[in-house]
């Protein structure tokens, strides 16, 4: 492959016109690098993307993003996405709400020195606005909310199998910048995800459970099984709204983000919820597919597989993290009211435990348009933050800190500890996790 | 004795090398974390849930494997390490090259000049033949023989 001359993948004379340079050497340059990804991916052609972009690309660190000098060119070239793009989370550079030690502090305004720039790049390359950063795009107040059928170019493994899943749209898990230049492009491979065989299921998941199980956890089962290939869950309607309610959409943007995590399925389907699964119901199933059950001894004992990774097990929590992926408005006032009715039983005023949430610039603002819940939030001692807490494990905290989370997808990248929710309202409200005080 | 095997060139090109082997997915990101935030000369594998390759120098070997797995920055990952010059001489996939290491490899070809070899589809037969150390000897047509 690589050789252009041999391409077996069908291009249009339009493409080819740009692989040959009509639109300037950077353009040419672009349609290169996509023409090839198609080629690897066996696609019999490029199709057109048809709606916004959402990418992995938030940060200037480099080996995350791409290179400045990369950006430049691209800006030079005047070149930009064919529909304004959404970002992944802010950097964590809102230093009032993450409480660091001023080492920490300098530590990733080093590392994160060019931000401003790259902002600015990712602005001119497209990037909708300078609100549109988070994990959770496809929230309402977000906006970035792909139509059914519609075919994306998208990378961040969160957002790439809700779009897939929930709403029915059309997108492969693309590579960070490989992203971008296929959305600057306008064009994808037809291969993977893109096409009706393959978004049959291999795998038919049984959920066998006595309650709705925690979403990550049940998420992290199925990723670990089934791995790159993709589930078709039943047993999940007994327990969910199947007219996508707020409370189903926010279980299965959760669960498929710890599929992601764990595995690499960019696309699941659940009988009588999800689009394709209503429509085609077990017809989605390829014949020689593999069953898996999971039950709540099955849930239990992955679980009790995490290992703790504090340097001091026993140390005494002293951070929580919530929010990973952003909540959406819904389960930001769930908290609140939580937290507020934890508080009061206790006869408390404030967490014991430092707590961190985390959601999209847009539904945080939203949410402090709510005087009363905003206050209640602020008066127990919860910070609010854009930011992705993930990356503050990257360069500043590890195992020395003993930071809790509620998030599945958290634990695998760091080194906090996962409870539940109801396990960790508990735990921050008294400070101590139960059996260990 | 020599083994051949004939896969799919996906960025093709004549070499030899040592081979390095896993038989689990290769995860770009967590195999590089370490290398990229970091001046270093050769990239060591920092990917402590690969027990076959955590700890070995993935610079200049020819990296073995079924497919890659993990974070979708791996796009990034490849761009990175080839123009660090601390990228491995090639990837041999048994299985298809998954979509996040052809978006990779490509954008450092193309981005950077710097071809890290691939070619995909070599069988199972081929990742249970080879071993690390074996020599390695990599053909444009997809022809892979283990000496």
């Not at chain 1, 296929?182 to 037809?190: A, R, Y």
């Not at chain 2, 896993?22 to 290398?35: E, I, Q, R």
């Not at chain 2, 490899?105 to 981005?111: F, K, Q």
Request: charged letters at 25%.
């Amino acid at each position: 492959m690589a050789d252009l001359q041999n391409l077996r993948i069908k291009l249009t004379e339009q493409e080819r016109d740009i692989l040959h340079g009509k639109q300037g050497p950077t353009m040419q340059k672009v349609m290169k690098t996509v023409a090839l990804y198609g080629e690897a991916l066996a696609a019999e052609r490029l199709v057109d993307i048809g709606g916004a972009g959402h990418f992995a690309i938030p940060w200037c660190t480099p080996g995350i993003a791409p290179p400045l000098e990369m950006l430049d060119e691209l800006v030079a070239a005047g070149l930009k996405t064919k529909h304004p793009f959404t970002l992944d989370p802010r950097a964590p550079l809102d230093f009032e709400n993450l409480s660091l030690r001023p080492e920490q502090e300098q530590t990733l305004e080093q590392m994160y020195r060019d931000q401003a720039r790259y902002d600015e790049r990712m602005l001119q390359l497209g990037l909708r606005d300078r609100d549109a950063y988070t994990c959770s795009p496809c929230l309402p107040e977000v906006g970035n909310v792909p139509k059914r059928g519609t075919v994306l170019a998208w990378s961040e493994s969160s957002c790439v199998i809700f779009a897939n899943s929930v709403l029915g749209a059309r997108s492969n898990r693309n590579g960070a910048i490989m992203d971008l230049l296929s959305n600057i492009v306008g064009k994808t491979p037809l291969a993977g995800l893109l096409t009706d065989e393959g978004r049959g299921a291999t795998w038919l998941v049984e959920v066998r459970t006595a309650e709705l199980p925690h979403p990550q956890l049940l998420g992290a089962a199925i990723g670990t099984k089934v791995v790159e290939d993709v589930p078709l869950i039943v047993g999940l309607d007994r327990f969910l709204d199947c007219r996508l309610s707020e409370e189903t959409l926010d279980y299965l943007r959760e669960m498929g983000a710890a599929c992601a995590t764990y595995g690499a399925v960019g696309l699941y389907h659940v009988e009588n919820i999800t689009p394709e699964a209503v429509d085609w119901g077990t017809d989605l199933l390829v014949p020689d597919h593999t069953t898996y059950v999971i039950d709540d001894q099955e849930l239990q004992a992955l679980r009790a597989s995490y290992p703790v990774m504090w340097a001091d097990g026993e140390a005494r929590p002293e951070r929580c993290f919530i929010g990973c992926p952003h909540l959406s408005l819904r389960q930001l006032h769930w908290w609140t009211n939580r937290i507020h009715n934890s508080l009061q039983a206790r006869s408390q005023s404030r967490l014991a435990v430092e707590t961190i949430i985390c959601a999209a610039p847009r539904v945080l603002q939203k949410f402090s348009a709510d005087a009363k819940a905003h206050e209640r939030l602020k008066g127990a001692g919860v910070r609010l933050s854009g930011t992705c807490v993930e990356t503050l494990f990257e360069h500043v905290l590890g195992p020395e800190d003993a930071i809790l989370t509620n998030s599945d997808k958290l634990r695998a990248y760091s080194t906090a500890r996962f409870f539940p929710d109801e396990e960790l309202i508990e735990i921050l409200v008294s400070g101590v996790i139960r059996g260990e005080s | 004795m020599s083994r051949s095997f004939k896969g799919k060139p996906i960025l093709p090109g004549n070499l030899e090398g040592e081979a390095l082997v896993t038989h689990v997915g290769f995860n770009t990101y967590a195999s590089f974390y370490t290398s990229i935030h970091a001046q270093v000369e050769a990239a060591q594998c920092a990917d402590s849930g690969n027990q076959e390759l955590h700890g070995k120098n993935l610079t200049d070997k020819i990296i073995c494997l079924p497919q890659t797995i993990g974070s979708t920055s791996a796009g990034a990952v490849w761009q990175r390490v080839a123009q660090m010059g601390v990228a491995p001489k090639a990837m041999l996939f048994s299985q298809q090259i998954d979509s996040l290491a052809a978006a990779g490899l490509v954008v450092a070809d193309v981005w950077v000049g710097k071809r890290i070899y691939a070619v995909d589809q070599l069988g199972d037969e081929f990742l249970e033949s080879v071993k690390d150390g074996d020599r390695i000897v990599i053909r444009e047509d997809g022809t892979v023989t283990i000496r």
